[in-house]
């Protein structure tokens, strides 16, 4: 698959977890374009059109979506109308609110109308239960996204991950 990762990270926590999707993604035989938002735009990737979009973010003010992914965003949606198949990590820190925890996150996957789970991460990813969780929803949204693409999959070759534990 070609897949497109499109991120933005403010101290570098997101872009840790995007790093390791990028991994993961990369170590199971996918095409990777990598898109830091504000720092790179759109057109860095080349032609737009992927099998999947794969958008991590951090949460600005009171869960809000960060300036530059909205401008990625909207870039997008112009070059290539709502992709179907989007889903959307990120990190945050609870101890502004549970409202505004990853905030960016939802309103990305709600936006797109995304079907995947949605990962957040609490501050930046560290650990092996972190390690774990990003390997365990990149081969989860991998899998679902290969069936939708492929509907003559077998269905047992979809992990059975727990999409619960992704969603906040």
């Not at 995304?114 to 239960?129: A, F, T, Y």
């Amino acid at each position: 698959m070609r897949i497109l990762i499109a991120f933005t990270s403010l101290s570098g926590n997101t872009r840790d977890v995007a790093r390791q999707v990028r991994a993961r993604c990369e170590v199971l035989g996918h095409q990777v374009d990598w898109i830091e938002a504000g720092v790179q735009t759109l057109a860095d990737a080349g032609e737009p059109r992927h099998d999947l979009y794969l958008f991590g973010s951090w949460s600005d003010n009171a869960g809000r979506t960060p300036s530059e992914m909205k401008h990625l965003i909207a870039a997008l949606v112009e070059a290539v109308g709502k992709p179907p198949q989007v889903a959307v990590f990120g990190t945050g820190e609870t101890q502004w609110g549970e409202e505004y925890y990853c905030g960016a996150v939802r309103r990305i996957a709600a936006f797109f109308g995304s079907v995947h789970p949605r990962l957040e991460i609490e501050q930046m990813p560290h650990g092996e239960c972190d390690a774990l969780a990003i390997q365990r929803w990149t081969d989860h949204v991998l899998t679902c996204t290969q069936r939708m693409l492929d509907p003559g999959m077998p269905s047992e070759t979809i992990l059975h991950a727990d999409p619960a534990r992704f969603v906040a």
